[in-house]
């Protein structure tokens, strides 16, 4: 039963990443539409933003981290006034090409402006402690990975639901046409939605750089298709289903290294995504997404 707790412990260290990353791709969505697979650049440039303020600035780890969060929200809206903004009323597959553009440019830019190869990140001593209660260990970045996706999707909820900016960002995912005929600044509804998709970036890249101890510049392209993963098992347009998804992937993955026999551990991406097809499969709208009626 310790082993089991153990797993689930670690499913949602895991899965808190996961849902970070798509529910800041489920807020650029449920507005404009997009996918935006540039996303996981800004998880990438968090990384290189935490390494620049301690290797360059010589900044604590805290202010590093501090200066990666905003790093990544300033890029966010800089990324959706300078690519997305001139194509906002083109069709969805242009939009979808300019991400990918813009993905891959940036991937190209900080190959060559910094280097192809990784960057160490020494962190704080307090990552490499662990919280033991009874024959359960948690790790201090498993612990900080769940707190702080909780704290920050609470904080997420409590924005939507009682500012007005928030209430305008639901509006819009509902309708973004009508918002823009009933007065809402289409342009601030939408800078918010990447400036927040940015800042949940930034705190998935201190999680992911604090597990894995380095910065690459290809290093956000597997988290953002996780994350596009969970987005389709949660159900497209839901931000609680981007959550549950992000979770769920998690689980899925935690429990498969954990149980599956050593002969087909290397198959388990491929066991995975047959999971999620077969989820999918029995509820083609995602998990906590909804039919969508065929117009008449």
């Not at 948690?138 to 909780?150: C, D, H, K, M, R």
């Not at 979770?247 to 551990?265: M, N």
């Amino acid at each position: 039963m310790d082993v089991f707790v153990q797993h689930v412990v670690n499913g949602l260290a895991l899965g808190g990443v996961y849902a970070l990353l798509s529910l800041g791709l489920a807020l650029v969505f449920s507005i404009l539409g997009l996918i935006n697979f540039a996303h996981g650049e800004l998880l990438t440039l968090g990384g290189y933003a935490i390494y620049g303020g301690l290797a360059v600035l010589a900044l604590p780890f805290g202010g590093a981290v501090v200066v990666a969060i905003i790093a990544t929200a300033v890029a966010a809206m800089a990324m959706e006034r300078v690519a997305f903004r001139p194509v906002r009323d083109a069709s969805a597959a242009s939009m979808l090409l300019t991400s990918f553009a813009v993905s891959a440019l940036l991937q190209v830019v900080l190959q060559n402006a910094i280097s192809p190869r990784g960057k160490a990140i020494v962190t704080p001593a307090f990552f490499k402690q662990a919280i033991t209660i009874s024959d359960l260990v948690v790790g201090s970045i498993q612990a900080l990975s769940i707190v702080a996706t909780a704290i920050l999707l609470l904080l997420l909820m409590v924005f939507l639901r009682s500012t007005v900016l928030g209430l305008a960002m639901r509006a819009a995912a509902v309708d973004f046409r009508t918002t823009r005929l009933m007065g809402i600044h289409a342009n601030a509804v939408v800078a918010t939605a990447f400036a927040l998709s940015g800042i949940l970036a930034g705190v998935a890249a201190l999680l992911w750089v604090a597990q894995s101890g380095s910065v690459r510049p290809l290093m956000g392209l597997v988290p953002v298709l996780k994350a596009f993963i969970a987005v389709i098992l949660g159900g497209l347009g839901s931000l609680p289903g981007a959550v549950v998804g992000g979770f769920v992937l998690g689980f899925i993955e935690v429990f498969l290294r954990a149980y599956l026999p050593g002969a087909a551990l290397e198959f388990r991406e491929a066991i995975a995504l047959l999971i999620v097809i077969t989820i999918l499969f029995f509820r083609p709208q995602g998990l906590l997404g909804r039919r969508v009626e065929a117009a008449r």
